[in-house]
């Protein structure tokens, strides 16, 4: 079991290598230097002071040369100063390490996906099991509507209807931050409340388009389980149905669920750009849109990086929630 | 059975699913309004009308007008046309390069599939939004770059479908039958598999058009997609968020706009799943 898990960690390396390579090869194809950002808001920048510029960054080597430095600098952590007017390092403006952990850019991005992951399974999976165990009756049909509108809808939409009404035609939550003007000045339940109020409707934003599709794929791997010949045989042998279900016919359906799960990672932690520009979250994804627009390569680089590294630790606690659920794989 | 059996078959089976005929209808209708907007829109889209702006939906202006006093209602259907032709083009390119990649890497196995399967691994690892956000920001927002960029982000789901449908093909007797009396490799790939091979390619392009469509919508939303004054569902909905507490129906209105065409590729697309599968055939429903 350990073998298995140290063969898949080590098997994250040349893919981790291999994401971080696509992503520079594709950023250094786009026209224009990274330096460009820096010498065009200077207008008296002579030709010299641009070339030294270039020099300072590697521009002038070849682009593998440029990766290779590039690389062994990431692999001590070291992502470089950002382009933006403070040039403070990358890695501090992602996980600033003299604010509060909570108020960290990477702990927020990090904390509002996982607390969706949470919400996803403990909501979906009921859902798939129950519209499985009566197919056809008004629940599953009521969550198959759901379902179909949960896959079409746009997210970014449906976070401005429900800024809409709960922030401002009720007036109920909070529609943009991640803390109060007043939250120094709270108690402590009060700060823990105030953060809870500022998080609904993000995770839940966040959880929604995985909501639909787990609770959809639990529906159809626990359909195609119940109608095995083990769930036959339990049911013959006289197990009670919720034995039946919970005991026999559960542990297999999630197989197929977990390995979903890990493949969703990417797609939360791309959309935490949207839910964050929108909601005003001050985590990686915000930060990551504001160092677009504004060509900081350093930063864009990084955040991109720290991604594919977030992601690949979701397929390992896939992996890993799958070898608690199939004792196959742990006997190897 | 012949080949005329078939598509009756497939016809008689898709023709029973309510919602697909639905949702066909409906990319119909969405393909009409969008190839005649200059005739069924009331206004120009681009016509200022400063004594107008942000009025509420009307009978003169049925979706209300936005912060310059453009008609919503003409924009949204101008916008159409940005939907439906990003659709289009970024799954016509995806599918392309899945279908040759998926078709060399399941034909020659071995290394090739071995180093293919690896890529698409790291392909499907990165947050694609991220990259497409920063690709397009820095080759520059644009209706071809964005077709493009997430064209060649969405390729992988398609080359596994494609590689699969090799793997069991290639060992088939009219494959061999094909090799015995000489035929090239590309014809082989080309004439003889590919075309078995086509079926759950087309489902998965259908679906892919829907989310092709989420995602440009997605783009322009965040002001790095299509840029205003050319009007699509996504920027107008920026100018919604901008209103939020003043103008509603540029919130909504759009939205509802692209939540109906996605779900209609959505039901299309699961209908012809349910059409062509072959497993459900015998099942009388």
Redesign the interface.
Known sequence: MITYLAKRFFEMIPTLFGITLVSFLILQLAPGKPTDVLTEMNPKITPEARERLEKLYGLDKPMMVQYGMWLKRVVKLDFGNSFSTDRRPVLEKIWDTKQALIDRRLFITFFINLLSMILIFIVAIPIGISSATHQHSLFDKITTVFVFIGFAMPTFWFALLLMMLFGIHLDWLPISGFKSMNYESLTLSGQIWDRTRHLILPVFISAFGGLAGVSRYMRGSMLEVIRQDYITTARAKGLSETAVIYKHALRNALLTIITLLGLSVPGLIGGSVIFENIFGIPGMGQLFYMGVMTRDYPLVMGILTIGAMLTLLGNLLADIGYMIADPRIRAK | MNDYSLKKLFWTRFKRNRLAITGGVVVFVLFFIASFANLVSPYDPNDIDRKHILEAPSVSHPLGTDDLGRDVLSRMIFGSRISLSVGFVAVGIATIIGMIVGAISGYYGGWTDRVIM??I???????????I???I???GPGIWNIMIVIGLTSWMGVARLVRAEFLSLKEREFVLAARALGASDMRIIFRHIMVNSMAPVFVSAVLGV?SAI?VE??LS??G?GIQPPVPSWGNI?TL??DN??IA?WL??F??VA???T??SY??VGEGLQDALDPRLWGSGK
Request: no cysteine; charged share 10%; hydrophobic share 70%.
């Open positions: 690896r890529v691994d790291i392909m499907l690892s990165i947050p694609t939004f991220f990259l956000l920063a690709v920001a820095f080759i829907a989420l919508s997605a939303f965040l790095i909905l919604g968020k939020i507490e509603w919130s909504v759009p939205g692209i939540l109906i996605v779900l959505n039901l």
